[in-house]
């Protein structure tokens, strides 16, 4: 069963309390025993290397240029979420206190959905959006615990258009199928920024490797098309991030 927008939303963010909920308990131990035992748990100082696959529920903010064109949306109204992934290597390097800078390299990918079926024939229409960017993402980022820790990051993400691609399938009124693939470049901003924040848990198999889970939420702050483009598109987008990490 497909999980709706909305759903998955508030998945996340029970997810993203009870990782807060599980850090302040956490912190509030360490409190109460610091004074018997200064070695349960401390923030990780460490470099830590992330090889990571995000899963995401994308879509976007869809506008009208008002300083163009002003177009309607028309159908575009009625386009949908889309499950999309995305892969980053990520390194999270000691700065001052308990803080890390995490940077690296990852492929991000967004998009949205379109489905239309007639109630009068066979017809049919739908279609599948995808942009592709290369982003160098920057955040401070923090780490808490030993064995099972808490992780946190918040910052912005500057990425490069890579690709686009919209996938249509259709029926006509006979019901006889076909589909098409489109790979047009030329509307799309070179350049895009978004807002990242991540939160979740870090568990060390020993002193070198470990598994890292968080859910994250993008949100891009400027437009995915060009000046003059008919539409202001921003994506945004709730998800996980699963990442091998090593330590050193």
């Known amino acids: 069963m497909i999980i709706g927008f909305r759903t998955f939303e508030f998945m996340l963010k029970i997810i993203f309390t009870s990782s807060f909920v599980f850090f302040c308990t956490i912190i509030n131990a360490q409190l109460i025993t610091d004074s018997e035992d200064n070695s349960n748990l401390s923030f990780n100082n460490t470099n830590v290397l992330y090889v990571g696959v995000d899963g995401i529920n994308s879509f976007r903010e869809l506008s009208p240029n008002t300083d163009f064109l002003s177009t309607p949306l028309g159908e575009r109204v009625n386009e949908i979420s889309r499950w999309m992934s995305g892969y980053s290597l990520r390194m999270a390097i000691p700065a001052f206190r308990f803080f890390k800078i995490n940077t690296g390299l990852a492929i991000l990918q967004s998009g949205e959905s379109y ?10 229409y739908a279609y599948q959006r995808t942009f592709r960017h290369i982003g ?3 955040q401070l980022a923090f780490e808490y615990g030993n064995k099972l820790s808490v992780y946190g990051a918040f910052g912005v993400t500057p990425a490069i258009f890579n690709a686009f691609r919209q996938q249509i399938q259709w ?3 006979l019901g006889s199928e076909d589909s098409d693939e489109l790979s047009i470049q030329d509307d799309c901003n070179s350049f895009i920024i978004s807002l990242q924040a991540d939160i979740g848990i870090h568990y060390h198999f020993n ?5 890292q889970l968080t859910a994250l939420y993008r949100k891009q702050l400027s437009n995915t098309y060009k000046e003059f483009e008919d539409y202001i598109h921003k994506a945004y987008a709730f998800g996980f991030n699963f990442a091998l990490s090593y330590q050193f």
């Open 115 to 124: 489905d239309w079926n007639s109630t009068v024939t066979d017809s049919s």
């Open 171 to 173: 029926k006509n009124a």
């Open 136 to 138: 160098l993402p920057i």
């Open 207 to 211: 002193e070198t490797f470990g598994l």
